[in-house]
């Protein structure tokens, strides 16, 4: 398993509930204590 820490959100953070692997399989946030897991926005290129 792998430790989930807990950070304080910044400008263009991305919250959400689960996260699907590239090998399909889901990962939900509520299995690791957590109400939505926090992920920085990423920018796109023009």
């Known amino acids: ?7 304080k959100p910044t400008n ?3 919250f959400s509930p ?3 692997l590239k ?3 889901v990962i939900y946030a ?3 204590g957590l109400k939505a897991f926090c ?4 920018t796109r290129k023009k």
């Open 1 to 7: 398993m792998a430790k989930v820490v807990k950070a």
């Open 12 to 14: 263009g953070a991305v």
């Open 18 to 20: 689960k996260i699907t």
């Open 23 to 25: 090998n399909g399989r």
């Open 30 to 32: 509520a299995d690791y």
């Open 39 to 42: 992920f920085s926005a990423k």
